[in-house]
């Protein structure tokens, strides 16, 4: 398959202040590549460096074969790019910087605009600085998507939604790709890889850690458990279970952590009498933390 995007040891340094460094990653066409990481990863400067926002300092990258330098604007034209940061015209309503940038784009059709707007449950007609971070978000989502671009980049693209509306952004992730369009997201969240995402690349300290389908991330996944019995914590019976690990008792409580599924874990604590049964899944720097045992360095 063709490399929509493809990178070359991509270095980019702030002086005495880590960037990224050699990261090497293609995305294919037609597929929905997740680029995971803690925040202050490096996945924002990687964006910004794919897209010549920002110059390497080594390295290169491509984008539909083109060298992200050599032609920005030829590669500008067919992505549609939601920035991390996302501010625009507090003056104009959304409605307003919507067709803005529509008529910067062209060709652009009204009725696809429009059900956007609807779907996304935007108000269009309030000005731009009265919007909440989720409503700005939306706005940008649209000036993203209405064109149609054989490439979406999108950073951090949930942030600021609520729940049903992040519904409505995975339905439209899912149209794009059955129409063949390539996406490439970053996120510091595993269950929007897991829901919207083919393959991911991983970021950590500036370099990629990892790349992979996502089913064969269950090793990273992980969650943390509490148990509150009514009597001494049975701790024996769950030190040997597949996949748990950190185990710690006191008085009625019990905690671990449990990489993969936990149905063993609920089948050991059905064998006893369980007041209280919390799970939380970990962010993914603290996955990070525990599978790296280092401070995460932050870097935009």
């Not at 919507?98 to 059709?109: E, H, K, P, T």
């Not at 914590?233 to 769950?238: G, I, K």
């Not at 409580?253 to 209280?276: K, T």
Request: glycine share 8%; aromatic share 8%.
């Amino acid at each position: 398959m063709t490399a929509v995007i493809k990178t070359d040891k991509l270095t980019k340094s702030y002086g005495s202040h880590r960037g990224i460094v050699d990261v090497e990653l293609e995305v294919l066409e037609g597929e929905v590549f997740g680029f995971l990481g803690p925040n202050g990863a490096g996945k924002t400067t990687t964006i910004r460096t794919i897209l010549d926002l920002i110059r390497p300092t080594s390295g290169r990258a491509f984008v539909f074969g083109i060298e992200s330098s050599a032609d920005p604007v030829a590669i500008h034209r067919r992505v549609g790019y939601l920035p991390g940061e996302f501010t625009l015209y507090d003056r104009l309503t959304g409605g307003q910087t919507i067709q803005y940038f529509a008529n910067l784009r062209g060709s652009v059709d009204p009725a696809y605009q429009a059900a956007l707007i609807d779907r996304l449950e935007l108000d269009p007609s309030r000005r731009f600085k009265e919007y909440s971070k989720g409503n700005k978000q939306k706005v940008g989502l649209v000036i993203a998507l209405q064109h149609r671009p054989e490439l979406l980049v999108l950073d951090e693209p949930t942030s600021g939604l609520d729940p049903l509306v992040q519904q409505t952004f995975y339905a439209l992730i899912r149209e794009a790709k059955a129409e063949g369009r390539t996406v490439f997201l970053s996120s510091h969240i595993l269950r929007e890889a897991e829901r919207s995402c083919d393959r991911v690349g991983i970021i950590r300290e500036g370099r990629l850690a990892r790349i992979d389908r996502v089913g064969d991330l269950r090793d990273v996944t992980q969650h943390e458990i509490e148990l509150r019995f009514a009597g001494r914590p049975p701790r024996a019976d769950f030190e040997n279970l597949p996949g748990v690990s950190g185990v710690v008792s006191e008085d009625h409580l019990l905690r671990l952590r449990v990489s993969g599924p936990i149905a063993p874990v609920v089948q050991a604590a059905a064998r006893h009498e369980v007041l209280d049964f919390i799970s939380r899944e970990p962010s993914l720097e603290e996955i990070f933390l525990a599978e790296y045992g280092q401070p995460v360095v932050e870097v935009k």
